[in-house]
């Protein structure tokens, strides 16, 4: 297999992984804190038993929905009928608790490829 579709298949297989796949292999216990910096505001966001996203008084399906609503509450609403599109797996991060190193939530999915 040629490097390029190498890469691609496991990339295909990171991005199938969801937060509901990241709790039921162990890789988040929840209550799962996640954190981000927009604008020079720091932003806190849950993610729940359930795998759904708490960010302060919703609660949201994805990481991307989440995220966009965190940038809401510091840019404001966008025009009626546009949302902030943005990649929540990048968007969010997390503490390491064995390092303290603070990680994007997206590096995660990649510990449960199988190679």
């Known amino acids: 297999m040629n490097t390029n579709h190498w890469f691609d298949a496991l990339a295909r297989q990171a991005h199938s992984i969801t937060v509901s796949d990241l ?8 209550p799962f804190e996640l954190q981000a910096k927009y604008q020079g505001i720091d932003l806190k966001a849950t993610i ?17 929905t989440a995220a ?9 609403r966008p025009p009626l009928g546009y949302r902030h599109e943005v990649n929540g797996w990048e ?10 190193e603070v990680k994007k ?3 995660l999915r990649w ?3 199988k190679l």
Do not use: N
């Not at 709790?23 to 929840?30: L, M, Q, S």
């Not at 729940?48 to 991307?64: K, P």
């Open 105 to 107: 939530i997206g590096l």
């Open 23 to 30: 709790i039921h292999k162990g890789k988040i216990k929840p």
């Open 91 to 100: 968007f969010w991060s997390y503490e390491d608790a064995r390092s303290g």
């Open 48 to 64: 729940q038993g359930d795998g759904m996203i708490r960010f302060a008084d919703g609660v949201y399906s994805s990481l991307s």
């Open 111 to 113: 510990t449960c490829v």
């Open 68 to 76: 966009g609503v965190a940038i809401a509450s510091v840019k404001g």
